[in-house]
């Protein structure tokens, strides 16, 4: 073990990741959640994962399933989980509110040499750390579901995070075998969920304009452009496409503009105003099957992201 010390606030789904993660390279990890009954059962839950990723060949880091267990232990209160740690990972519910009252707390109990990290998907840093004496240590590292299997890491600073602490947690990220993109700051919605809106928006025009159906519009993505971007993003795929960016800018600029000229940009997301679009899908994927769907889902990102490593 590397006797350094990461605090993870949190025992849900993200937490749990995190702190696999950090353990699979030897970080010594304190788990902690206010529900405190619940973090016996996910330090099990982790285990008993562990195992099986070994079994099956996925598992990652540099050291034994044994090793990476004895690395993570549950703690009963937030000053034993924090007080030491290099880092703190935040995994508490998605609410503003709850992350402020959650992070005055962490901010009382550190030192100057804590980074204190939020898992959030959506809120920008500066809602939640204005008013932290030691705001200039905080950052949010947005994890992608499920993190031990996608890599992505989006780290966005606030107006008044440190550049070393931004550099820290970035070179934490690729230590633990994540990808981590730096923010030069903050944006609503980061990039994932930027790209990802653009792309909804779009598949909601079309299925409910009835040019193509719901399960053809994941076609086009799952079998099409998704096999690409796997592998490459959207830029690279461009650049491929042609002989180069400057080439394929010139051959297909008018095309773009052209047919961008007709996307629609932001549907209503109403329930009301979706109808088709739930029905249809409800359909696909009916809702005592989603379970299931998620664990084949898990199983098939997990395969992936071992063919990605080991590419
Ligand atoms: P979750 O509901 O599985 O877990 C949240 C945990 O936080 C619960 O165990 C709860 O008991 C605990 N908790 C609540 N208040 C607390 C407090 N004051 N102190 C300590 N623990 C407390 O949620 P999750 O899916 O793990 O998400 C956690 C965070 O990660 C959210 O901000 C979420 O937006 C973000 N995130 C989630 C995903 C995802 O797909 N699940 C992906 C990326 C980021």
């Known amino acids: 073990?590397?006797?350094?010390?990461?605090?993870?606030?949190?025992?849900?789904?993200?937490?749990?990741?995190?702190?696999?993660?950090?353990?699979?390279?030897?970080?010594?990890?304190?788990?902690?959640?206010?529900?405190?009954?619940?973090?016996?059962?996910?330090?099990n839950e982790i285990k008993k994962q562990l195992h099986e990723l070994e079994s099956s060949n996925l598992l990652r880091?540099?050291?034994?399933?044994?090793?990476?267990?004895?690395?993570?232990?549950?703690?009963?209160?937030l000053k034993d989980c924090v007080v030491g740690s290099k880092h703190v990972q935040e995994c508490v519910f998605e609410d503003v509110d709850l992350k402020k009252e959650v992070f005055k707390k962490l901010d009382e109990l550190v030192g100057p040499n804590t980074v204190l990290s939020s898992s959030t998907?959506?809120?920008?840093?500066?809602?939640?750390?204005?008013?932290l004496v030691h705001k200039e240590n905080f950052i949010v590292s947005h994890p992608i579901n499920p993190p031990y299997h996608v890599p992505l890491v989006e780290i966005v600073p606030a107006p008044w995070t440190r550049k070393d602490v931004v550099a820290r947690t970035r070179a934490l990220m690729a230590e633990i075998g994540q990808s981590p993109v730096v923010f030069t700051?903050?944006?609503?919605?980061?990039?994932?969920?930027?790209?990802?809106?653009?792309?909804?928006n779009e598949c909601n025009h079309l299925v409910r304009s009835g040019v193509v159906t719901a399960e053809d519009v994941d076609t086009i993505m799952k079998d099409g452009l998704g096999m690409r971007y796997a592998w490459m993003g959207p830029l690279e795929t461009a650049l491929l496409n042609a002989n180069g960016m400057k080439d394929y800018l010139e051959r297909y600029a008018d095309t773009i503009k052209n047919i961008s000229?007709?996307?629609?940009?932001?549907?209503?997301?109403?329930y009301k105003d979706c109808g088709d679009l739930v029905s249809q899908l409800d359909e696909m994927v009916p809702l005592d099957k989603l379970q299931n769907r998620r664990e084949w889902r898990d199983k098939r990102l997990a395969a992936l992201g071992k063919l990605k490593r080991d590419a």
Not at 31 to 41: F, G, N
């Open 1 to 43: 073990a590397k006797r350094e010390k990461i605090g993870i606030v949190g025992s849900g789904f993200i937490g749990r990741s995190w702190a696999m993660l950090f353990a699979s390279v030897g970080y010594e990890v304190c788990l902690y959640d206010i529900k405190q009954e619940q973090v016996p059962d996910a330090i």
């Open 61 to 77: 880091g540099n050291i034994s399933v044994a090793e990476q267990i004895k690395c993570i232990r549950g703690v009963t209160n």
């Open 121 to 131: 998907s959506c809120i920008i840093p500066s809602l939640i750390s204005p008013d």
């Open 185 to 200: 700051r903050e944006h609503p919605g980061f990039g994932v969920n930027r790209l990802q809106y653009a792309i909804l």
């Open 261 to 270: 000229e007709t996307l629609e940009g932001k549907a209503s997301w109403d």
